[in-house]
Each structure stands twice: as structure tokens, then as C-alpha cells.
């Protein structure tokens, strides 16, 4: 039996691969997923010559029977729940096995107890003594020696050791490094690159090292332990890792991208030679390219610094970028831009007066209907302003005094305005009111409680201001004229009449025919008309406050908006139990007139140090030998003589007007604050870089290009998110740079060109609508050539394009000289042909150059190059043939000539066929005519 299970041991790991020391790896996996702070190895030689490997750490132990039923048993691991855990097949403990060990001795102390047992070669066991002081494990393999020295095998052993456990880490939160000591030596070394340029970083549970060597390298570890190597990042999927596995890259002497990188949530496979496809290894990929991008900047910006204005616009495009890719920062964007956008549709279409307006200014027997709570914020305050301030003032805008069932009070309709009269009796004590508003049109006038205007004191931004109206209900109303302006008053004193007119009593005791109280509410009110007028006041309040509380909550608001057709305002507020000011008062005035009191709602706003209130307010003012205010919802009345318990109260808030301002301010300052973010976050400081000397910029900018070539021959090595694509490093005339990703996207829409600085025809572009890239820079000039579709102007400098006029005329200039002429007359989009010198001996009979996306007015004929041309080789034979064919046959020669620059401009047969017919139409009537009439 027990030989029988040596074998099922060895076929468990068979594919660790063949290496004998692969049980250091595992002894220090067990040591670490055992919480151990310090693993210990001691090598020796026994009594007998034998080699011996102590291998002790300071973890939390194992029982006997934790071991039986884990350690020694294959397939069963006690760490499936472990999530930290390094090991979970359970066959790692057998790796010692492969150190053909004679004698295997394990020791173990805990909490519980301490054991040890020894087996052999066989497996074979038996007890052993347990000699360890402290808890954890200790174990000891002694094989025969297989090295003639003992420096020899602690050699091998330093060096296995160094290369399975040198960046171990621990099982903790902080993935710390786990210290390894091999005989009083330190084996740990901190994660580094060779190199002069590296990067470290450490993103949550990914720390790691990137830097450019020789050869392309990725080195992947486990909590701190070896599981692949390969070339590139890309390779870590295993779908396309064979593919790319055995590939020779070659970029450059020291510019191919080298990773370091240790994920301590990795998940490997049975062998632990490679990692999960996992959401956890995307996430390594990610930010490996993400660091990469970020050694390529400090590379680059050693080379180019780039502009304040180019690293953002950059920044920004690379966002917009990442948003395409992700569905998840979509989403985000678009609630960004949809919110604001909703929110400004709502103000525009159904968001009430302009910004600025004074909407409770206007006169608008619409603007009260009825008392209720409305969910959002109350009436804006006014900019008013009033002198002196050390007064405590209500500010009355209009009055609510008309009742009807449906709605409660509203305001009602005054038909006798009357001019306010010029002096009035009083004590002298005056206001002065400012009012600035953009309200236009009739307005009211904000008035102090126990005041009255003083006629010829109104004036609109410095001038008098006339046709002031007041109705009986004390409203004092004026016409704005234009855009409105500052509003300047004083108001004086008033003395109260000792009686109201009959009309006037009226008005303030009226209540609607058939107008019931409930019960309860009739009950309470039966004793009181026989107390005089203030005690009726007390005894409303009482009733009031025992029916009614206050409350502007939006769920109060919500049951108002749900009981709005209930028909009957009284019953439904009883009902609710519970109102704002305006309701509160709203009942007060109506109990108050059922006891003949009169007294009318008023609406406006507190004023305290010379400002109102940021909202408006309704209180009620009653009269008794003169007016006097009231306010049901809690607030101190200014003259009262009552005295109201609990008056402590907070000013109450009128919920009547919801603007729409406030929202759309806070989506538009969400918005501002995002962008903010942004802008900061890529103008943040990067990590400083050392300013070369002037003798290596030459060498780091053929570097960057040769990163560059790599980048388009292998981009997998960099990814597509690397800055390797958008950092402006390619030089253009203009003494700019642009990035490698706007060269392609040039080079696909056929709009890329370059140039040395001195050449004419760049000279001749000017401002051009695209840039030229600078062929006279050496450390680019091999990218330059190598980039597809790239128009090199100085080889067009050099074909020295000319007209055939002026030229001594052979048949060829005299045949290109008539084609021109008549292609113009006949397809204006045909190509000018022009006279190329340049063009050496044996090359081709038409070049094609086509220059008209460099100049903003390609039609222009300043300059020969600014349109599409085919330039004509002197020496080629297909000239000398049909210049000779000129001589014998002018309509031939200028036929074929226009179908072979059609196919060199490669045209599609469509419209070859066009060209060709309209064209030959035109010599047989045209030319032959001409030719007739002339030998004629």
C-alpha cells in the first residue's frame, strides 16, 4: 500500500514541471498561508555526511489530526474558504518527495498541543519528539548528499530558494513582505527592473515594476510567488497566449517594455504555471498597461515637455476614448448631460417668469389662488434693502380677502383705485425702502405694516416715478416702465381710522352664503361671541392649534396635491391636519370673521437689519380700533397686544412659488464641478523628471522613435490605451509636435505630408490646414519614411515641376501643352499635367501629385502646387510614343493620353468611361473643326 501511494503522490505532481527544488516553493506557500511573520532555512550535513534542509517558521501550528486529515491526505485542502490562501490542492506538501529524502521529519506546536513524526523513503512513519519552544511548524529532509561540497549544495539551495521565494508576501491585509532567512542571510529583495529608466508601482492589491530592456518580458507573481513568464501582456489570456508565445520581438537595444508584477488576489491552476482568466487578471492587465502608459510619459516628456493646452486637449481625447469603451461610463456621461438638460427644458417651457423677475411684484389676479403646501422652495425674496435698520418690520404685498369654498381666501378684485394723498398726519417717523427689481409692467410696492407712502417720494432709478395707485385694501400698485431699475421711496407714519366704513366692514367680515363649520369646529366657537375682540383672537389660536399643526414637509405637500379636488379647502385642511402659514392664517381670518371680526390674509415678507426674508410669509391682520397682525403658525407679533404662548416658534416658510432656478443651477454646478475635477486631475503634478543633458536628447529622441516603430509593428506590447499613442513626440515645420495616433489617422484619410523646413513648397503652404512633419529632424526621419501614404514634398521639390510654356516645344511638350488647354475647356477635374525634369531616367512615365488638402484655397493659382497634378517624365517612352503619334494623329494622341491619366489617378471605369466619351466628342467636333478650317 505504501509503495502503491508513492506512485499516486509522484502522478499528483507530475505537472509541476521536472525541477527537484520545486518543494521550496510549496514549503514556503503552507509556512505563509499559516499566517507565519518569518521562515527560517538552515542547510548542513548530518553525522553521517547526509544533506539536511531545516525549514521552520513562526506560523499559527497544526494538530495531529489537522494533519492526517489535510497534510498527509492528497486532494484534501482545509483552505476552499480561504481567500488569501496560496495553496488549496493539496498536494504541495509532497513536493518533498522530490528531494529524494531518506528521512522526513515534521514538528508542529500550538494552542492545542504539540507532535512531530518521521517517515522514510517508504513512507514509512513513526513518532517523533517535538522540540520547538515556540508555535509553529519545523520541517527536516535529509537525503544523501549529492554535491562534493557543502558550499556547493547551500549554493544550489540559495539560488532556488532566491528564485521561488524572494518576493514572498504574507497572508495579511497589507500583503507585506514575508522575511526568509537561509543560515543568518536575508533571501527577500524588494521588486526592481535593470535599467536606468523604471517605474514602481502599487495600485490595491497590485504592486510591480515596469522598465525597458533588451527583450520584451513579463514576469508574473502570486502573493510573491513565481507562476508565468512570457512576452508580452496580451499573452496572459489563454486564448491568443499560444499563439504569441514563441514570437521574437526585436524594437530596439534596450526599448522593449519589461514587467515585474505581483497580484496577491490572483487564482492559479493545478500546476501553478499559470493564472486564472479572471476578472482579477483583467484588472492586472489594466493597470500594467495603464503604468506602462505612465514610464512612456516620463520617457517622453524627458524628450518633448509638452504644453499645459496639449496635455489637457490630449487628456481629454483619451477620456472620450475610454467612455466609447465602457458601457458603465456611458451611463455616467449621459445622466451628466441629460440631467442639466432636463432640468433647463423644465425652466424654459415651464419654469414661470425670466431669471431676474419678481413674480409676487406682478399685479396678476392669477398669482393667489388659494392657500396650500407646495413641495419645492417658497417665493424668492426681494432685493430690498430699508434704513433704519434697527426696526423689525412686516413688508405687505397684497391682501387675500376673498373667500370661496373650493380654494379658500384669494385675492380679490379691486375696482376703485384712488392716488395716495401727498401729506399724511403722523409722527414723523419715516422708512426709507430701495427696492432693485428687473419686474416690469404694474407691480406692487412693498409697504411696512403701520405705514403708508409718501406721495412724490417714489423714484425709478433717480427719476420720479408717477401713476402710484392703492386699492381699499391698502395695496399700493405703480407701472414700471422699461427694464425696471432701482425703486427709492420713503413711508411715513400712518394713523389708523378708530372705525371702518360700513363698505369696508363689509368686505373683511364677508363670508360666502351657505358656508358651514363642522360641528366640532361650531361647538367651540358658540361661547365666544360675547368676549371682546382679543380674547376671540386667544381663543382662535387655541382651536386652531388643537386641528391644525404646522407642517411644509413634502409629504404634507403630496397630500394636498392628492386632495386638491376634494371641493370643500376647509374640510380638506381639517382632514390633513396639518398646513404652512398661509393655511394656518387662512383659517384664523375665516374663524375670526365667523365671529364678526374683521380681518383679511396678508402676504409679503419679514424684514429684521434693514433685509427681509429670503422667502415670503402670510400672517394675519385683524382690526380693533386699527389694524393689528397676527400669525397663527408661531411667529412673535410686532404690536399685538396678545400674547401668544410658544411664540418661540420658527418663522414659518410659504411654499407657494416653485421656481425651477435653484435646480438648474445645482445640475449646472454639478457639471462645472466634474469638468473642474477633470482639469485638475490632468494638470496634477506628475512625477518630477530629470532634464537631460543636451548630449543625450539626440539619443532618448531616436529612442521615442524607435518606440514609435515598435508601437505600429507590435502593438501588443503597449496597448492600445498607452501613451506611446498620444504623446506628441513627432516633429513637424511648425516647431510643434503631434502624437503617433493623429499621424495614422492622417496617413488613412490620405492627408499626410512631410517636408524640410527650407523646402519651397513648405515655405508656400503657410498656414496650411494639416500639419508637415520636419523630415530634417534625424532622430525621426526613419518613422517619417516608414509611415504609409506619407507625401514627401521634398522629393516633389525635386521633380521640378514645370509648365510645357515657355519650354522649347518638342512634340511631347506640344502634345501635354494641348491637353491641358483642352481638358480645361471640356472636364475641369481632370489633373494639370506638368513637366518633370526631376524624374530621373528609367522611372515611371506619370507621377501623381496631389497637394490640394494643404492649402485652405486649393483653386487658387498662386502657386502650381496648390491643386492635384501628374507629373510627366521627359525620358518616358509612353511620351516619346505619343508625342510622335501627335505629329500624324492630334485626336488619337490627347485620347490615349487622357485614358492612361485617367487609370494612373485611378479613377473609377464609371467615370473613365464618362471622361473618355465627352472627351472624344470634343476633339472630333472641336479640333478636327479647328484643323479643317485651317487648311482650308
Known amino acids: 500500500m505504501e509503495g502503491q501511494y508513492h506512485h499516486w503522490i509522484s502522478a499528483a505532481f507530475r505537472d509541476y514541471g521536472s525541477d527537484p527544488w520545486i518543494f521550496l516553493r510549496e514549503l514556503a506557500q503552507n509556512s505563509r498561508d499559516a499566517h507565519a511573520t518569518l521562515i527560517r532555512v538552515e542547510t548542513g550535513n548530518d553525522e553521517y555526511g547526509n544533506e539536511t534542509i531545516v525549514f521552520k517558521d513562526d506560523g499559527g501550528g497544526m494538530t495531529y489530526d489537522h494533519a492526517c486529515t489535510y497534510l498527509f491526505r492528497l486532494y484534501a485542502s482545509s483552505k476552499d474558504n480561504d481567500q488569501q490562501a496560496a495553496g488549496m490542492y493539496g498536494i504541495g506538501f509532497w513536493t518533498v518527495l522530490r528531494f529524494k529524502p531518506v528521512m522526513v521529519t515534521i514538528e508542529s506546536l500550538n494552542k492545542k498541543e504539540r507532535w512531530g513524526v518521521s517517515f522514510d523513503s517508504s513512507l514509512a512513519s513513526c513518532p517523533a519528539p517535538c522540540k520547538l519552544n515556540s508555535h509553529g511548524t519545523r520541517i527536516t529532509l535529509v537525503r544523501k548528499p549529492e554535491y562534493d561540497k557543502p558550499a556547493e549544495f547551500r549554493s544550489a539551495v540559495k539560488n532556488h530558494l532566491s528564485h521561488y521565494c524572494r518576493y514572498l508576501r504574507r497572508n495579511d491585509k497589507n500583503a507585506a513582505p514575508l522575511p526568509i532567512i537561509l543560515d543568518d542571510e536575508p533571501i527577500n529583495r524588494p521588486l526592481s527592473l535593470p535599467g536606468q529608466l523604471t517605474h514602481h508601482f502599487k495600485k490595491g492589491s497590485l504592486e510591480g515594476v515596469v522598465s525597458l530592456g533588451e527583450k520584451p518580458k513579463v514576469s508574473l507573481y502570486s502573493r510573491g510567488l513565481p507562476v508565468w513568464e512570457g512576452s508580452t501582456l496580451m499573452e496572459l489570456s489563454h486564448s491568443i497566449g499560444a499563439q504569441n508565445k514563441n514570437r521574437n520581438f526585436e524594437i530596439g537595444p534596450g526599448l522593449a517594455p519589461v514587467f515585474l508584477l505581483n497580484g496577491n488576489r490572483l487564482s492559479v491552476n493545478f500546476s501553478r504555471r499559470a493564472v486564472l482568466d479572471n476578472r482579477e487578471l483583467r484588472k492586472v492587465k489594466k493597470i500594467a498597461e495603464q503604468e506602462l502608459s505612465n514610464l512612456v510619459h516620463l520617457y517622453t516628456t524627458m524628450a518633448v515637455p509638452g504644453k499645459r493646452s496639449d496635455m489637457m486637449m490630449d487628456g481629454l481625447k483619451k477620456a472620450g476614448r475610454s467612455v466609447r469603451r465602457s458601457w458603465w461610463k456611458k451611463v455616467l456621461a449621459l445622466t451628466l448631460l441629460v440631467i442639466p438638460m432636463e432640468i433647463a427644458t423644465l425652466h424654459w417651457f415651464f419654469g414661470g417668469p425670466p431669471k431676474g423677475k419678481d413674480p409676487i411684484l406682478r399685479v396678476d389676479n392669477r398669482l393667489y ?53 401727498g401729506e ?164 384664523n381670518v375665516l374663524l375670526l370673521r365667523k365671529l364678526d371680526v374683521p380681518s383679511r390674509l396678508i402676504i409679503g415678507f419679514i424684514g429684521t437689519n434693514g433685509k427681509i426674508s429670503s422667502v415670503a410669509h402670510a400672517w394675519t391682520e385683524y382690526f380693533h380700533q386699527g389694524w393689528h397682525i397676527i400669525d397663527a403658525s408661531g411667529i412673535i407679533p410686532l404690536d399685538s397686544p396678545v400674547n401668544i404662548p410658544g411664540a418661540e416658534g420658527a418663522v414659518a416658510v410659504e411654499q407657494r412659488f416653485v421656481l425651477i432656478q435653484w435646480g438648474l443651477l445645482a445640475g449646472f454646478l454639478g457639471i462645472l464641478a466634474l469638468l473642474l475635477v477633470i482639469a485638475l486631475s490632468l494638470l496634477k503634478k506628475k512625477k518630477p523628471v530629470k532634464k537631460p543633458e543636451i548630449s543625450e536628447l539626440d539619443k532618448i529622441r531616436e529612442n521615442l522613435a524607435r518606440l514609435a516603430i515598435g508601437a505600429m509593428l507590435q502593438p501588443s506590447l503597449w496597448g492600445l490605451e498607452s501613451n506611446l499613442w498620444d504623446k506628441r513626440i513627432i516633429p513637424t515645420t511648425r516647431n510643434r509636435h503631434i502624437s503617433l495616433r493623429q499621424v495614422l489617422r492622417l496617413s488613412r484619410r490620405r492627408r499626410l505630408f512631410a517636408g524640410h523646413p527650407q523646402n519651397p513648397i513648405v515655405k508656400k503652404t503657410g498656414k496650411s490646414r494639416y500639419p508637415i512633419l520636419d523630415i530634417g529632424n534625424s532622430a525621426f526621419r526613419k518613422l517619417i519614411h ?31 501643352l494641348t491637353f491641358n488647354r483642352e481638358t480645361a475647356a471640356v472636364i475641369p477635374k481632370v489633373p494639370l499635367l506638368m513637366w518633370a525634369p526631376g524624374l530621373p531616367e528609367g522611372s515611371e512615365d506619370f507621377q501623381v501629385v496631389d497637394l490640394t488638402p494643404l492649402y485652405r484655397r486649393p483653386n487658387s493659382e498662386k502657386c502650381p502646387w496648390h491643386r492635384k497634378i501628374v507629373a510627366i517624365n521627359p525620358n518616358g ?7 510622335a503619334l501627335f505629329s500624324a494623329n492630334k485626336p488619337l494622341a490627347l485620347f490615349r493620353l487622357l485614358d492612361a491619366v485617367l487609370k494612373i489617378t485611378q479613377e473609377p471605369p464609371a467615370t473613365q468611361a464618362k471622361y473618355l466619351e465627352q472627351f472624344s466628342s470634343h476633339l472630333l467636333i472641336h479640333l478636327e473643326g479647328r484643323a479643317q478650317s485651317c487648311s482650308r
Request: charged share 20%; net charge positive; proline share 7%.
Open 369 to 421: 389662488t388659494g392657500a396650500t403646501v407646495a413641495s419645492g422652495p417658497g417665493a424668492p425674496g426681494l432685493d430690498l434693502s430699508y434704513s433704519p435698520k434697527n426696526l423689525n418690520l412686516h413688508f405687505k404685498i397684497f391682501s387675500a380677502d376673498s373667500y370661496n369654498i373650493p380654494s379658500g381666501f384669494t385675492r380679490g378684485i379691486h375696482q376703485n383705485l384712488f392716488s395716495i394723498p
Open 424 to 587: 399724511l398726519a403722523g409722527d414723523g417717523k419715516k422708512v426709507t425702502v430701495m427696492l432693485n427689481t428687473k419686474e416690469t409692467g404694474k407691480i406692487f410696492l412693498p409697504i411696512p405694516y403701520g405705514y403708508r407712502i409718501r406721495a412724490g417720494t417714489i423714484q425709478l432709478n433717480g427719476e420720479n416715478l408717477g401713476g402710484v395707485r392703492q386699492s381699499p385694501a391698502d395695496e399700493v400698485t405703480v407701472a414700471i416702465p422699461g427694464k425696471g431699475g432701482v425703486i427709492q421711496y420713503e413711508c411715513v407714519k400712518r394713523e389708523d381710522p378708530g372705525n371702518l366704513t360700513g363698505t369696508q366692514r363689509t368686505r373683511y367680515t364677508r363670508l360666502p352664503p351657505g358656508m358651514s363649520l363642522p360641528g366640532y369646529i361650531t361647538r367651540k366657537l358658540a361661547p365666544l361671541p360675547n368676549l371682546n375682540t382679543f380674547q376671540k383672537v386667544r381663543e382662535v389660536l387655541d382651536i386652531i392649534g388643537t386641528y391644525v399643526k404646522y407642517d411644509s414637509s413634502a409629504a404634507t405637500a403630496e397630500k394636498y396635491v392628492n386632495a386638491a379636488v376634494s371641493g370643500d379647502w376647509l374640510k380638506q385642511v381639517l382632514t390633513i391636519g396639518h398646513g404652512d402659514c398661509d393655511i394656518l392664517n387662512g383659517i
Open 786 to 816: 516608414l509611415l504609409p501614404g506619407v507625401v514627401n514634398l521634398d522629393a516633389v521639390h525635386r521633380l521640378d515641376l514645370r509648365y510645357s510654356e515657355g519650354l522649347p516645344q518638342s512634340d511631347g511638350q506640344r502634345l501635354i
Open 877 to 883: 517612352k509612353m511620351i516619346e510614343q505619343l508625342g
